[in-house]
């Protein structure tokens, strides 16, 4: 185990750029897949495909990098930051624990998040909790175990919260959420005025009415005014899978000018600014990850930058990963069952011949190219092939042509019923948002260290199903 303040370098895991596969993963020589040490025919054996895999060490370097390049970072311009994990992208106990021991805190965005990060035994105040719509039952619950942080969405919240506070007798401590117009993802970031979306108070006037404050000023004035609430700071996060650090910078200069206005305006100037998650990383091979080192130095000299324009000294920071931390360390492991080539094409194209290769799961344990139609890469992993590579789509087993669970991906023309096969970097926003679908049991995550391997949330069973089917 890793003490928290130890020292590391801040590098990403060796031989990380440019690939999406975990650091622990090696061909062995007769052309299977290991994962730090463990083959993938012994996880398939001893686990069952389809299987969430995680690479322990990876996990842990990648949240140590990030800690360590963001506190040295910040740490050269005078002040400090924290890193919370963002647990929506994968929360089990054990990896709220590696969290914690690498020096992270956790931020959550439901009770049951929060329930998974008490459980690990992740102190109360290195928590945060989130949400747009909580309930009285989430933000007691918050109140009783000591929860750091509250971040408010809305107006409305803030009474609510303000009230429950009276109630119990403690005072919360809160942050408000606010949208800066700055969104970003994938490579490029947009700058708008106008927000049309759920999250957050926007900075930027929304209403006709002229000298009107904005909704995040109306929100952190409205804090101010009820005791039962201690205003920590702001909290912007733009978006996710950035691989562009622009975003952040504009995102960050716009909560600094809030809150030196709150300042001017009241002369309270609040202490902290968490600039929320987003940072992307590689899912294909030859993509190049956001590098925590560099964005972290450009954030850094950025926020210190506007500070001294503005003439207010730096905020402590905090950040949010979650994909940047989990995403690499995890892949899928299935088995291929029915393979079918299907000729395309036609009426005036030439015809080219797609294989489908279809998996014993599917959009139920990844929902993402579905949903974003996101792009992943796939390897036939259990064996070593001479056959030539053939332009192959990967597919699930549920009943919707939708379910790809690769577009397109070059596959060695002999791939067969019984193959292993594994999708890499699938570690952030798979199991997490992995469903029930056609009720196919939701697969086990698996972590891997040292040569052994361990199941750290156990496959659904029939039995599990049925049990929550009154009947
Ligand atoms: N903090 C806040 C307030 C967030 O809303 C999110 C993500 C994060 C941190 C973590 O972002 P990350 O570092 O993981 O990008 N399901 C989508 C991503 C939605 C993320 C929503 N919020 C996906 O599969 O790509």
């Given at each position: ?27 062995a020589?007769d052309?299977a897949l290991e994962v730090?040490g463990v083959g993938v025919a012994e996880l398939a054996a ?335 992993v259990g ?37 292993l ?51």
């Amino acid at each position: 185990m890793t003490g928290a303040g130890q020292a590391r370098p801040a590098a990403l895991p060796a031989g990380s750029a440019g690939t999406p596969w975990s650091s622990g993963v090696r061909r062995a020589d007769d052309g299977a897949l290991e994962v730090a040490g463990v083959g993938v025919a012994e996880l398939a054996a001893d686990h069952g495909t389809p299987s969430y895999i995680v690479d322990e060490a990876d996990f842990r370097a990648r949240a140590r990098a990030y800690r360590i390049a963001f506190e040295a970072a910040f740490a050269a311009v005078g002040t400090g930051v924290d890193v919370y994990y963002a647990g929506k992208a994968l929360l089990t106990v054990a990896v709220a624990r590696w969290a914690r021991e690498e020096g992270l805190r956790v931020d959550t965005a439901s009770g049951g998040e929060l329930a998974v990060a008490l459980r690990a035994g992740v102190p109360g105040s290195e928590i945060g909790l989130h949400g747009n719509n909580k309930s009285d039952t989430e933000i007691g619950r918050a109140f009783d175990n000591g929860v750091g942080r509250i971040i408010v969405d809305s107006l409305a919240e803030i009474d609510r919260i303000a009230d429950l506070a009276v109630e119990r007798g403690v005072v919360a401590p809160v942050m408000v959420r606010v949208t800066t117009g700055v969104h970003a993802g994938g490579h490029e970031y947009i700058s708008t005025a106008h927000e049309d979306q759920k999250f957050g108070l926007s900075v930027n006037l929304a209403s006709a009415v002229p000298d009107a404050d904005s909704p995040a000023m109306t929100a952190l004035l409205r804090i101010l005014e009820r005791p039962s609430l201690k205003l920590l700071g702001i909290h912007s996060h733009i978006g996710s899978q950035i691989l562009d650090p622009d975003g952040f910078e504009a995102a960050a200069a716009a909560v600094l000018e809030l809150r030196a206005a709150l300042a001017a305006r009241t002369g309270v100037l609040v202490e902290e600014v968490d600039l929320g998650g987003g940072y992307g990383i590689a899912y294909l091979p030859g993509e190049v990850a956001l590098d925590p080192e560099r964005v972290a130095k450009d954030i850094a000299s950025s926020v210190a930058d506007v500070a001294a324009r503005l003439g207010t000294p730096l905020p402590r920071f905090s950040i949010e990963p979650g994909r940047a931390i989990v995403g690499p360390a995890g892949m899928t492991l299935y088995s291929v069952g029915t393979v079918k080539p299907v000729t395309v094409g036609g009426d005036g194209e030439e015809p080219f011949t797609r294989l489908y290769v279809s998996v014993d799961g599917g959009m139920s344990d990844n929902i993402r190219p579905a949903l974003y139609g996101a792009d992943y890469h796939a390897e036939i992993v259990g064996r070593s092939s001479d056959a030539a590579p053939v332009l192959a789509r990967v597919v699930g087993k549920h009943c919707e042509s939708g379910d790809i669970v690769v577009h397109q991906v070059m596959l060695p023309g002999d791939v067969r019923a019984g193959d292993l096969l594994a999708v890499a970097a699938t570690g952030a926003y798979g199991r997490s948002m992995a469903s029930n679908y056609n009720l196919l049991l939701r697969p086990p995550v698996v972590a891997v260290r040292d040569g052994a391997s361990r199941v750290l949330v156990r496959r659904e069973t029939e039995e599990d199903l049925l049990g929550l089917d009154q009947g």
